[in-house]
Each structure stands twice: as C-alpha cells, then as structure tokens.
C-alpha cells in the first residue's frame, strides 16, 4: 500500500464549509424495573444487542425505579406490574408517579398479567404500552422503539383485552370515517404512521391528518389514549 488509510473530510456546504448539522445517531435510554434479577439480566443481555438500545438503569422496587429513572435519564422505562414485597397492582403507582414527575417518558408495561383490567388501568396510569412476558423478543424491540417515538405499542393480546373493555357509544356528529376506523385499529397494534400508511396504501401525512381527527374527535392528547377511548366508546 502507498499510504496509511485516511479518514475522509466531512461533506461540505455549497461555500465549502465542512456540515456540522448532520444529526447524530443515539442509543434509546432504557431503565428495566422487574423484581427478579434474573429477568433484568436476560433483559439486558437481549435489549444491548441492539446498536440502538442502551440499558442505563435496574430496580427491583418502587423507591429504587424513581432513584434510577432520576439517574438515568431514560426515554423508555420497562415496567412489571409486581414488584418487590408489593401488592399485584403497585407497579401502577410507579407507572403514575413516573409519568407525572418526568412528562415525555414512555412507560412500556412487560408483566406475566394479562387481565384486560391491568391493561386498561396501565394506560389510564399513562403507559404508551403493555405487552406480556412471552412476547417475542422482535416484537418487544419493536415496541421498544415505538414508544420511545412517543408511539402507543400493544401486543395482540393486550390490544384484545383494550377490546373487550367496550362499553358506552358515541354521538353521531362525532363518529369517525371507515378510514378514520381503519387507522385506529392499526394504532391500536402500535404500528407507527408510516406503517400504516403502508397497510392501507396512503401517505403518512394522510395518516398523520387520519390521527388528529380521530383523536380531536376523542378529546385525547396521546395516541395510547386514544385507543382507550375509542374501545370504551365501542368504536373498535
């Protein structure tokens, strides 16, 4: 060889001025709140082969969650239900409390309980997401990501359970378009606006105009929200 290897310039403006606004690429936050040691060890060791997930953070109780979320600074906290020398529900409590002390964080429930009461009262506690402990791990990646977009993620069973919890109807001034339908019932899935748009073959502004509708129609602010409106409303 002539030379030893160089690292290129980086791409210049018109003027000729390297580019300095090129966004970096970062590693989703993660902290993992789960009473057993030994889940939050496979957890990690599946989650960190990821190049876009990072763990930052462990607990195994309420107090402990709040310590590591405050010192990690996570977008995505993955949270069981039963914690610690608690009662069944008091990863509710830290579900809520999260949320309102840390406004922007996406709280993604991974618990063995699939009651659709726990799935309801989750998202009503502010979770983006509830998936069960034997979701694939693609899918938990997948709904790793979406969350952290500020997206809603449910796997099949709990976007059944989000179902069943139907009760009430809707005025007929406020009812919502086939399409409208169409793109709530993908929301539901967790699927983001592109991949909707995908499925039913529009654009994502298309999409993007579909989701503020439906959620001005719902009086909702977030998109996991809205799916728990839409379902007590009947609309699913």
């Known amino acids: 060889m002539s030379g030893p290897l160089r690292t290129p310039p980086a791409p210049a403006h018109a003027g000729g001025a390297p ?6 690429t970062r590693p989703i936050r ?3 709140v789960d009473d057993h040691s030994i889940m939050r060890q496979g957890l990690r060791a599946v989650l960190e082969r990821e190049d876009d997930l990072r763990v930052v953070g462990e607990a195994g109780s309420a107090p402990e969650a709040f310590a590591a ?3 990690g600074r996570p977008q995505v906290v993955l949270l069981d239900l039963k914690l610690a020398s608690g009662p069944q529900t008091d990863g509710l409590e830290v579900c809520h409390k999260l949320c309102a002390d840390h406004p922007g964080i996406g709280v993604l429930v991974l618990t063995t309980f699939a009651e659709d009461r726990l799935v309801v009262e989750s998202v009503q506690a502010g979770a983006r997401g509830y998936v069960v402990k034997d979701v694939d791990t693609t899918e938990l990646v ?3 990501r979406a ?3 500020g997206e809603s993620a449910f796997d099949a069973r709990s976007a059944s359970a989000m179902v069943r919890s139907l009760s009430g109807g809707m005025p007929d001034r406020e009812r919502l378009t086939d ?4 793109v709530l019932r993908l929301l539901a899935r967790g699927l983001s606006n592109r991949a909707i748009g995908a499925e039913l073959f529009i654009s994502e502004t298309t999409v993007k105009f579909h989701v503020g509708n439906l959620m ?3 009086m909702v602010s977030r998109r996991a929200e809205a799916v728990y409106a839409a379902t007590k409303l009947g609309l699913l």
Do not use: N, T, Y
């Not at 580019?19 to 970096?24: E, I």
């Not at 399409?179 to 169409?182: A, P």
């Open 19 to 24: 580019r300095r606004d090129l966004p970096s």
């Open 30 to 32: 993660i902290v993992l």
């Open 69 to 71: 979320v405050a010192a």
């Open 142 to 144: 997948r709904a790793i």
């Open 147 to 149: 969350v952290s977009r």
């Open 179 to 182: 399409r409208e339908l169409d």
């Open 216 to 218: 001005r129609k719902l």
